[in-house]
């Protein structure tokens, strides 16, 4: 019986002991927030330049055909790459039976003349005699008919003669315009037929690239503005803008620029090529380079809202002149961190250490 109570004695001071002790409150840790240095996004005019891929083609590209047909090439006297000049004979066809007939033919013009002499002699001399009465009416109109049927005879022996001299001269092909030789289908011994294809010329040996542009670049483009063209290949070359065309591809959305180029170097058409376009200053929205992260490889910054919480936003960037970026994606009057922005996560808390500045020019 008194070790029962002993215990319940334990039991009970135990127990008051736990009663006398309140329990503890867990500390509550305020919410950490960095400090960092914003910048105000401002619209400026920045040097822009856009950059392009594409194809070296022709200016023009002027075919060379035989405009007469069923005749030998007895000469070719020009090569792919060969520079000609406009004029200069290309190819020779055989033009033996061609200069016989012309022969023939200057033959029958000289007959049809002396013809048209004799009856022009014998209708003076009806008209003297008509008009002494010892030629009746009738016998002048025969005369006046012969003189007739002469002229139109000899008419009609000079046009036989001149289809045939100017089938003779066509029997040398000759380079329309001057310019570079991009290709060439006919071959000695070959008989041409009339129309078909027998080089084709690069006129002026002038040059220019298929630029092709992301349409949100095209409308920065215009005519005139100076370019550079490279390839790893050949080298630079210097070019101006000749025209923007009017359509973008449905697929890609690109457009076209085409790009002349000052000289050809070693330019061929078929090659591909780079081209930076000078677009000149152009208001954009602008940024300091330090502001600027890359996540995932692309471009974007942490915009602080009213509450101080920062959120990523990304950006395409149009140009970078080294101290600034000029991007999309932005609104003018957007603070932005430029200090600190690479240890912020999405959403954060900021303290703001100085007051936001604009990019400086």
Known sequence: ???????????????????????????????????VSVAVVVSQPIARQINATGTISPWEEVPVGAETGGLTAVSVNAEEGQVVQAGQIL????????????????????????????????????????????????????????????AANLAAAEAARGETAARLGQTSVRAPVG???????????????????????????????????????????KAGMSAKVYSEKVGEMTGRVRIVTSEVNATNRLGVARIAL?????????????????????????????????????PGVFVVDAAKKVHFRRIAVLANTGDRVA??????????????????????LVRIGQAPVAPAR
């Open 262 to 298: 000052s000289s050809m170097g070693g330019f061929r058409p078929g090659m591909f090529a780079r081209a930076t376009i000078d677009a000149g200053d152009q208001p954009a929205l602008v940024v300091p380079s330090a502001s600027v992260l890359y996540r995932e490889n692309r």
């Open 1 to 35: 019986m008194s070790a029962l109570v002993l215990v319940l004695g334990v039991s009970a001071i135990a127990l008051a002991g736990c009663g006398d002790k309140k329990p503890k409150k867990a500390k509550s840790t305020p919410s950490a927030s960095a400090t």
């Open 327 to 348: 991007a999309t994606g932005l609104t003018a009057g957007d603070r932005v961190v430029v200090e600190g922005a690479g240890f912020l996560g999405e959403g954060d």
């Open 179 to 221: 310019g570079l030789i991009s290709r060439r289908s006919v071959t000695k011994g070959q008989i041409v037929s009339a129309g078909s294809e027998l080089f084709r010329i690069v006129r002026d040996s002038r040059l220019e690239l298929d630029a092709e542009i992301p349409e949100t670049d095209l409308a920065a483009v």
């Open 91 to 150: 190819v020779q066809l055989n033009s033996t039976l061609l200069a016989a007939q012309l022969r023939q033919q200057d033959a029958s013009v000289a007959s049809a003349k002396a013809t048209l002499a004799e009856a022009s002699a014998a209708l003076n001399r009806a008209r003297e005699l008509q008009a002494k009465g010892y030629l009746s009416q009738a016998g002048l109109d025969t005369a006046v008919a012969r003189q007739g049927t002469s």
